[in-house]
């Protein structure tokens, strides 16, 4: 088994983290989506990062907010999502590009989700239901087909995209004065963004999270034993022991207070 300071030297390898395994295209991006199953955009936690992993400089130094994006690579994110890659907000609120294998393993936690949210909140429900009817829809026709308000959408839809039960992605509409154009969203579903597993049989959410967490700290290689329960939105989901559950199943293991799968090293 490798040793702490082992592990931390496959997690720059792996992760990226030094600049010379930078990003040098976005060829190279989508290969270290599907290597890694899941990115951040920015670096926020032991979850690798793509902006991270360009090691590029930023776009306004100093400044703060979308300045600190890289230069020249920023687009990437999106781009990567335009290629077909799942873009969710379960990461506490923040995007999390995922591999097909790790949207896999969302859908279960998502599509109960969707039930639960739906049961539990008349505007959720309704939101839900007429995209059930009406398809994948613009946040334009939505504010005018539910008389809603711009502001009252935005309450309704942040919750149910934090839960997994909606997927936003970017759209790029003309302006309305016919010169240049604008940037919005198209909301679906989960079960609209992703149909991957419609026939498998679902796992229960508490399972789906604990294969979740092993993905997504094999992702990083070791991270702190604490960190891992900030990572995804469902708290309701996460039992004191998940964690040694899994160390019990073989599925992880402890490394002084860190915690790494059992698979072995790759890539190094």
Known sequence: MESLAELRARRDYECRLTPDRALGSLREAGEFLRDRGMLTRTTDSALPSLYGACHEEPYKPGSPGFATWPATKWPWFGQLAQRGYLCVSVHRGKNLLVSEQVAALLDPICRAETDRMRAEDAGWRR????????????????????????????????????CGALVARSVVMPATD?????????????????????????????????????????????????????????????????????????????????LATTEPATGV
């Open 178 to 258: 016919g010169h240049g154009h604008t940037h919005s969203s198209e909301l679906f579903r989960w079960d609209q963004a992703y149909q991957g597993a419609n026939d498998a049989p679902r796992a229960d959410p508490g399972t789906a999270l604990a294969s979740l967490v092993v993905a997504a700290v094999r992702a990083a290689v070791v991270v702190d034993e604490a960190e891992p329960r900030r990572w995804f939105t469902w708290q309701w989901h996460w039992t004191g022991s998940l964690v040694p559950d899994l160390i019990r199943a073989g599925r992880l293991r402890r490394v002084g207070a860190h």
């Open 127 to 162: 939101l839900l239901d007429h995209l059930a009817r009406a398809g994948p829809s613009s946040l334009e026709d939505l504010r005018l087909e539910l008389g809603l308000k711009r502001q009252e959408l935005r309450v309704l839809r942040a919750p149910l995209e934090r």
